[in-house]
């Protein structure tokens, strides 16, 4: 059963470091690429990053770069998403999601875990 | 900066058929750019539907078909049960970088 498991959530003040991860399991984790995404209290959701299978190749949405950064560790089956200088309207659910081995699919979902920019 | 529409509600009978579209700011929506359809439920995350336009996942019920429907991306129900009622995502590839749909709301009434 493929199982995907944040954590690393909380409460962080603006311009704030925070670390998330996500615990993979029942599938071949460096087989897939691997995707964030966010959805701020009562809104939509918004893709935030995705790294390739290996980690050679990464991607994010316009208001991330340069803040956070996804890595991951395959020895592990983990995957993070660094956030740094965080700022209110990151406020959000992080989902950590299962990619494509092959093709352009986002399949498995995490539960997910709070983020919360506050002072 | 591209921007990627869903109607932001609508309202099925049950037994009815619905149409949900995508459209983006950039064009006219093709296979190339591989629109999923997810439904969220409250307090639930996503669920995946489709995936590359028009297929299906092994659990993604019958009555859901993803297509192309003129210069949009499609997701049609057929047969709407009440535990459709939900949240519905499209998301689609732009070459490296993945953008979501606004969401629709569908009620079913």
């Known amino acids: 059963e493929v199982q995907l498991v944040e954590s690393g959530g909380g409460l962080v003040q603006p311009g704030g470091s925070l670390r998330l991860s996500c615990a993979a399991s029942g599938f071949t984790f460096s087989s897939y690429w691997m995707h964030w995404v966010r959805q701020a209290p009562g809104k939509g959701l918004v893709w935030v990053a995705r790294?390739?299978?290996?980690?050679?190749?990464?991607n994010y949405v316009d208001s991330v770069k340069g803040r956070f950064t996804i890595s991951r560790d395959n020895r592990k089956s983990m995957m993070f998403l660094q956030m740094n200088s965080v700022r209110e309207e990151d406020t959000a659910v992080y989902y950590c999601a299962r990619g494509a081995s092959s093709g352009y699919v986002v399949s498995y979902w995490g539960q997910g875990t709070l983020v919360t920019v506050a002072s | 900066q591209t921007v990627v529409t869903q109607e932001p509600s609508l309202t099925v009978s049950p037994g009815g058929t619905v149409t949900l579209t995508c459209a983006s700011t950039?064009?006219?929506?093709?296979?190339?750019?591989?629109a999923n359809w997810f439904q969220q439920k409250p307090g639930q995350p996503p669920r995946a539907l489709i995936y590359?336009?028009?297929n299906k996942h092994s659990w993604t019920p019958a009555r859901f078909s993803g297509s192309l429907l003129g210069d949009k991306a499609a997701l049609t129900l057929s047969g709407v049960q009440p535990e459709d009622e939900a949240d519905y995502y499209c998301l689609l590839f732009y070459g490296g970088t993945w953008v979501f749909g606004g969401g629709t709301r569908l009620t079913v009434l």
């Open positions: 950039t064009g006219a929506v093709t296979s190339s750019f591989y």
């Open positions: 590359s336009t028009d």
């Open positions: 790294i390739k299978t290996d980690g050679s190749s990464t």
